[in-house]
């Protein structure tokens, strides 16, 4: 199985900080990653696929890159609504296999 | 609007047996695998298995596989997920959720269910 490290595990900002958290895979996905969001108490939504496609509706302050093994989600001017865990998932090879999650919280 | 409506939280003992639900609609039902994932508590999302409502064509995650069902009716848009015997360690909340274009390799998940919490007592 394919493994995906995220990091930071939790990351505390501010209201208009820019927030960067990544997804390591343990071997080359191409650009199969898509990235959620999670609020409590609700289900995932989906934020970005294929690395750096930003789902339907999804505000233009959260982009994504990355390629092979390294890829990054970025928050520019965090919004309070913002305030979640975010989860990676390679979408290479089945079983897909999601990152530990990044909970944002407010400073 | 597309969206996985799942069937309500379930209080279970260990030993019993369960079937949760997720209901399809505002798509071709047929079109899209369905996947469950779980969640156990404060935990992360982990991948159990999916199904093509097409055909009935399975496929499990290692992890799960032999230890739960998966399941489809799609003559109701309907897929499935059971338990033959709960432990205390299925303690979670399962969420359903569709599949991208399969066929393209857009394998991510949208919609997701709204979840359904199942509580196994020992």
């Known amino acids: 199985d394919i493994q995906m490290t995220q990091s930071p595990s939790s990351v505390s900002a501010s209201v208009g900080d820019r927030v960067t958290i990544t997804c390591r895979a343990s071997q080359g996905i191409s650009s199969w990653l898509a990235w959620y969001q999670q609020k409590p108490g609700k289900a995932p939504k989906l934020l970005i696929y294929a690395a750096s496609t930003l789902q339907s509706g999804v505000p233009s302050r959260f982009s994504g890159s990355g390629f092979g093994t390294d890829f990054t989600l970025t928050i ?4 309070p609504e913002d305030f ?14 999601f990152g530990g999650g990044t909970n944002v919280d407010i400073k | 609007e597309v969206q996985l409506v799942q069937s ?3 209080v279970k003992k260990s030993g019993e047996s369960l079937r949760i639900s997720c209901k399809g609609s505002g798509y071709s039902f047929t079109s899209y695998w369905i996947s469950w994932v779980r969640q156990m508590p404060g ?4 991948w159990m298995g999916k199904i093509d409502p097409s055909n009935s064509n399975i496929n499990y995650s290692p992890s799960f ?8 009716d799609k003559s109701i848009n309907t897929a499935y997920l059971q338990w033959s015997s709960l432990k205390a360690s299925d303690t979670a909340i399962y969420y359903c959720a569709r599949l991208g274009n399969y066929a393209l390799g857009h394998n991510w998940f949208d919609p997701w269910g709204q979840g359904t919490l199942v509580t196994v007592s020992s």
């Open chain 1, 76 to 79: 520019s001017g965090l919004q």
């Open chain 1, 84 to 97: 979640a865990t975010y989860y990676c998932q390679q979408a290479d090879s089945f079983p897909v296999t």
């Open chain 2, 8 to 10: 309500g939280a379930e």
């Open chain 2, 43 to 46: 935990k992360g999302l982990e």
């Open chain 2, 65 to 72: 596989q032999g230890h739960v069902t998966i399941s489809t």
